[in-house]
């Protein structure tokens, strides 16, 4: 039987150490194909690469496992990866795992999630995974038998068209993972600020910084999940109309 | 009575001709606030800036006008007008006009779209409009009565929480708009390759390029609108779950 072709990809790029457990994680379900940013992508939502050309580079290529490095972002990487060096669809796309959640509105703001809606996009089944643990040392061990297992059901069942799975682990404690829960994307919202400093011409400079917090009171939502310590599987969707309100703003009589 | 307080930005940069017509369309309904990007930021889709500072630079401040622009994205332009020019919310955020369509899945790559998904995040009412022509010297006078109305239909009527507005105009030609329809986005893709050069020192780069295709059968999505001479207005919605597949993903079994 033809193994899968995995295509893996992330925003923290191809240095960092979850990307490099995902891949291990990964090969023995398929064939891998890596394309990941060769800097640090992350915030990046949904851009592409269109007022610059974009440059990838092979660092390895061996029977079932190739590594390229891409100078654009995680959305460039899985264009390139399908347009340039497969020619073709991949049978799965996984993209992380990411440095921190990727839970509630942050599936917007996340590179690693862009790479996986770029997916549903092609109708390519894809699951973005991120650990709710930003820190550079982080422990990705008891990652491995929830990837192993979502990513297997995927490939066995497939995704609906433009569908993608939004995975996110708790970060490892004392507490063992209490188990995996399908959820929804919970309401929250950044409280942000900016750290106003003059740099030595004494000009203004700004950087943001933000402390999320959370409203949603339901017991169903994927940041309640990841906080009592479940593992959050949440299925994205790339069409954003709110269907609900269609007839309420035909109401309006906007040609008045 | 107060005036409202509006927020205007694009994805087009300061210059950009869209972004002129739009202040001068929205002047008359309150006080302005303009944050563009310095730089064009198209396709930027949701990115932020949060691994380098922004800088900020005033261009113009008299009572009831005031215009910036600013190092990073659009979303980045939402957010620094809110938190250090205003220390407050603004009453609309429109962007654009967007050289372009944010027609169907264009609404996640877009940089005009990031901004007025910004807005719903806050739950600030927001306006993304887009003419459907790419030229630099196209003509926007057909747009101002439609950016009037939904304007101050919106102001009127607020939009709900985490709901923005994705407008679409069709481009000026012989035959006069025929109104105004709320649609859906269309299921459609981009048939993408790449153009392969050599640069001097023979190295590989790569030009993303692609074709728009539209699936979509029906009759009220915002594709067909905007092709058969209708303005197409989407309502937009953060929450990305596709609640339709939770009962089902359940059945997957995903911890055995």
């Known amino acids: ?3 899968p072709l995995i295509l893996i990809t992330n925003d923290d790029g191809i240095h960092a150490s979850g990307l490099r457990f995902l891949i291990e994680t990964m090969r023995p379900l398929g064939d891998i194909l890596i394309v990941a940013p060769d800097k640090p992508q992350s915030a990046m939502g949904h851009a592409v690469t269109i007022l610059s050309p974009l440059r990838l580079h092979r660092i390895a290529e061996t ?7 891409c100078s654009g972002t995680p959305a460039d990487c899985v264009k390139l990866g399908e347009k340039v060096i497969l020619r073709g669809k991949p049978d799965l796309i996984v993209s992380g ?3 921190g959640s990727n839970a509630s509105i942050n599936v917007l703001y996340s590179g690693t999630m862009a790479a996986v809606i770029e997916g549903a996009m092609e109708n390519v089944p894809a699951i973005g995974f991120s650990l709710n643990d930003y820190s550079h040392s982080a422990d990705f061990s008891h990652c491995a038998t929830i990837i192993t297992s979502v990513a297997s059901k995927v490939l066995k069942n497939g995704l609906p068209d433009g569908i993608c799975l939004n995975v996110n682990i708790p970060a490892r404690s004392e507490t063992p993972i209490k188990g995996i ?3 929804k994307q919970s309401k929250a919202f950044w409280d942000e600020n900016f750290d106003e400093r003059k740099d030595p011409h004494k000009r203004d400079y ?3 910084r933000g ?3 959370n ?3 339901s017991e169903d939502n994927d940041h309640w999940a990841i906080n009592n310590n479940y593992v959050s599987v949440v299925p994205i969707q790339i069409d954003l109309t709110a269907h609900h309100l269609i007839e309420d703003i035909k109401t309006w009589d906007l040609e008045a």
Not at 63 to 69: D, F, L, T, V
């Open 1 to 3: 039987m033809k193994k």
């Open 63 to 69: 029977p079932g496992y190739s590594e390229y490095s």
């Open 97 to 99: 795992i990411n440095h």
């Open 181 to 183: 829960k399908v959820t």
């Open 206 to 208: 700004y950087w943001l």
């Open 211 to 213: 402390e999320f917090i």
């Open 215 to 217: 409203l949603d009171q």
